[in-house]
Structures are given as structure tokens and as C-alpha cells.
């Protein structure tokens, strides 16, 4: 159960777009579960043994759901062990080959991503490839691509516009209806924030699917982070997104840390520990930067939802210790340390960073043991 701390009810931004639900194995995807953080594995599926190494590294860093490629006859091969190992939905990803399509479904993966733009005669195939989704339980993503449009489509727009996108996507989806299937998630992407939310306010004002949200080739860490932030923030402010992906140049745990903290920076997703910290200016009387790097890294890895305001002047200072969890308001030489808005104590500059984590200790100390009582009262 969740401990309510200093941390206030969350606002929301915006009720979720209606949808229909589907199943990614035991993760509900659509407006009437959570929106879930997924990424995608940079091994070889082939290589079983480090593609359920790395999934098990994106589990512990809170992946829901994980993709993995399948360009190759050894990768589909590979998939029955990955899918049945994995301790997260594994989600086939498939391009080129359509019989590929039919081997993960077969594999038990948890759904198949495909690409309809270069998987050849795609669309000869839905009947097929819906007969054998349906009788698997297995939904489909239709993953349409900037860089790699229909040629139809691009013949018809010129270049990958947000109708091209969002008109590639509703054109397979309806192929697919048309054999009474309909566990279906879409995605858009393309690497311009503005073309790809635009597209995706396309695709929620013209249909129910559930909606994968990623920029795609969005760039190495800082500037991937920026853009996926601000696109996801565009389209999460009108309710739409129901799982997310952010495309960093960069190892796939780190894709992860990015996306739950963009859902819970918007009240989407539970928040754990959150460190409110100044910005530094003339005002400081600390090392505020220094600071709250060492209080971070000395707390990583604590579960309970834990507001730290670490400031360094007295403006603003004791308000914000005064409404976190835990706080230190610090200047002249020393530190007053607040907890639950209520002054504890004050130390010498050197000691707050032990004295806060000591208090962060006893408080997850506190709350621990609080949380089987409140179930016994319940």
C-alpha cells in the first residue's frame, strides 16, 4: 500500500483518452490500467543467455514491458526460451520477414510488433496473420515509422507528414477489423516532436486503439530526453498515451529511468524518492550543487514515496524544508534540518548530508512498520 508523507494527493493533468484494453501478458495496456514504461533490448535475440541478462537488468529498473529484434531465423528461434524466461511481457519486434510474424506468435511472445511499411506483401497476409493472433491471444502493435513508409503512402504525401503517418497506421488497423480483430496498439513515430504529437492527436480523434508514444531516432541521452519529454508531455497533457518508449543512443536501462521519471514527474506514475533542491544563485550560502548530489546518491535505491528539499539560502530555504518530508534549510555555516515541518534539529555544513540520510533512514524505518498496522486496521 501506498504511505502518504509530506508528499501532497497528486494533480492530474488531464483524464485518459477512452480506449479499448488489451492484454500484453499480465500487463493491462489501455485507459483503464496504468501507462506502462517499456524499451527494447540491444543484444542479440539470438544470444539467449544476454538478451535475458539485459531484460532482467531493464526489470529491476522498472521496464513493464520489453522489446526484442527479430531479423533472423536463430533470433525467432530463440524467442520460445526468452519469452518463457523473461520476467516481463517480451514483445516481438518484426520487420522484412512475415513469417516471422508467425513464429513469435507461435514463440508465446506476450504480442508482435510489426512493421507495415517494409514487411513484404503485408497486407496479402492480415487474414492469416489475424487468425493466428486471435487464436493465440496475442495483440498486434502496428508500428508505422517515419523512414520507413509505405510507398503508397509516400507517393500520395511526398514525405512522412502527420496525416501520412496517422492514415499508414489507420489503413493496416482497418485490414486488420476487417477480420474481426481488434487487440491492436498503434504508434507513429518520427524524430520531430511536432510532427509526431501532431500525428498522434490524428490517430486519438479518429479512432480507440491504445497508443505506444516514442520519438523515434531521437538522439543521444540529453537531447533524446528533451524531446521525448516534450513531446510525451504535449500528448500526456491531453490524455493521450497509454505505453511509452523512450529512443535514447544510450544503454536501454537508462531509457527506462527517463520514462518513469517523466511519468511520475506528471502525477502519472507513483513517485518514490524526489529531491527538491534550488538552483543555486548569489543567495547560496552552501555548495548547493554538491549538496544534492550527495544526498541523491545517498539514497538511492529507497522505495517509500520521499519528498528531500535540500535548499541553500534562507528565501525560500525554510518553506520548502517546512513542506517536504525531510528538508535542510542551510546557510551561515550550518543547517537546520526539518522533519514533517517541524524543526529537529541543527548541524554543522559538514554534517547535513549524514544527519539527512540518517533521518531519510528512520522515517523508511517508520513508515515500514507503519504500513502493516494500517493494514490490520483495514
Known amino acids: 500500500m501506498t504511505v502518504r508523507l509530506g508528499i501532497p494527493a497528486p494533480a492530474t493533468l488531464a483524464r485518459r483518452r477512452r480506449t479499448r484494453q488489451l492484454q500484453v501478458g499480465p500487463v493491462g495496456v489501455g485507459s483503464d490500467f496504468p501507462i506502462s514504461v517499456q524499451s527494447m533490448t540491444t543484444t542479440l535475440t539470438s544470444d539467449v543467455n544476454a538478451t535475458l541478462q539485459q531484460i532482467a537488468e531493464l526489470t529491476a529498473a522498472g521496464c513493464d514491458i520489453v522489446r526484442v529484434a527479430c531479423p533472423s531465423a536463430d533470433d525467432a528461434e530463440a524467442l520460445p526460451a526468452i519469452a518463457r524466461k523473461s520476467q516481463i511481457p517480451v514483445i516481438a519486434d518484426i520487420h522484412f520477414q512475415p513469417k516471422y510474424v508467425f513464429a513469435a506468435i507461435e514463440a508465446g511472445c506476450a504480442a508482435v510488433r510489426v512493421n507495415p511499411g517494409n514487411i513484404r506483401k503485408f497486407d496479402d497476409q492480415v487474414k492469416e496473420i489475424a487468425q493466428a493472433a486471435k487464436d493465440h491471444g496475442t495483440p498486434i502493435r502496428i508500428g508505422v515509422n517515419a523512414g520507413s513508409l509505405d510507398k ?15 492514415e499508414s497506421a489507420l489503413w493496416e488497423a482497418s485490414l486488420f477489423a476487417e477480420h474481426d480483430f481488434h487487440d491492436i496498439k498503434i504508434s507513429v513515430k518520427h524524430n520531430d516532436p511536432v510532427v509526431m504529437v501532431r500525428a498522434y492527436e490524428l490517430l486519438a480523434e479518429q479512432c480507440d486503439y491504445p497508443l505506444h508514444l516514442g520519438v523515434t531516432e531521437a538522439g543521444p541521452a540529453f537531447q533524446g530526453t528533451i524531446k521525448s519529454a516534450v513531446a510525451f508531455g504535449a500528448l500526456l497533457r491531453q490524455g493521450i498515451g497509454d505505453t511509452i518508449r523512450v529512443s535514447l543512443s544510450a544503454p536501454p536501462v537508462e531509457e527506462v529511468k527517463v520514462g518513469i521519471q517523466i511519468l511520475q514527474s506528471l502525477n502519472l506514475k507513483q513517485r518514490k524518492l524526489e529531491i527538491v533542491s534550488c538552483p543555486s544563485c548569489g543567495r547560496a550560502q552552501v555548495d548547493v550543487y554538491t549538496l544534492a548530489e550527495q544526498v541523491t546518491a545517498g539514497l538511492e535505491g529507497m522505495e517509500i514515496p520521499l519528498r528531500v528539499a535540500v535548499m541553500g539560502c534562507v528565501v525560500n530555504g525554510p518553506g520548502e524544508a517546512r513542506e517536504a518530508d525531510l528538508g535542510v ?18 548541524v554543522p555544513e559538514h554534517a547535513i548530508v ?9 522515517i523508511a524505518e517508520q513508515s515500514e512498520k507503519a504500513e502493516p498496522e494500517t493494514r490490520a486496521r483495514t
Do not use: C, H, W
Open 152 to 166: 503508397r503512402i509516400m507517393d500520395k504525401y511526398g514525405k512522412a507528414t502527420p496525416e501520412a503517418l496517422a
Open 329 to 346: 534549510a542551510s546557510g551561515n555555516g550550518k543547517g537546520q534540518i526539518f522533519v514533517k515541518g517541524e524543526v529537529v534539529k541543527t
Open 354 to 362: 549524514e544527519t539527512l540520510i540518517e533521518e531519510a533512514v528512520r
